[in-house]
């Protein structure tokens, strides 16, 4: 019994720290290292950049729709302004030239 006990806190604590190397949020050193994980292959990396924005806009219109069903106002006046205006290639490469720049890498 005492065997399985241990097993079971190491197992939990092992989760544990695993789970925090998962991050939610990506930052600037990420999303510069996407194209040198799929060794420069702009085809692929032009795919995962495009679903980590669509992640991004996705929870941002299941953030608004949450708070219009609590308060449609307070929502249409937070969510306003209009975000997908651009191209996912232009969002991209927008995004590129700004975490070129160390300052905003984090």
């Known amino acids: ?36 994980n799929v060794d420069n292959d702009h085809k692929m990396c032009y795919r995962i950049k495009t679903a980590y924005l669509h992640g991004a806009l996705d929870g941002r219109l299941f ?23 651009l191209s996912n290639r232009e969002l991209i490469r927008n995004l590129d030239f700004f975490y070129l720049d160390p300052l905003n890498s984090y």
């Open 1 to 36: 019994m005492r065997k399985y006990t241990l097993y079971s806190i190491a197992l939990v604590i092992n989760m544990s720290i695993s789970a925090q190397n998962n991050k939610l949020f990506w930052d600037g050193t990420d999303w510069n290292k996407v194209s040198k």
């Open 63 to 85: 953030a608004y729709l949450k708070t219009w069903d609590q308060n449609r106002t307070l929502a249409d006046s937070v969510f306003s302004d209009n975000v997908d205006y």
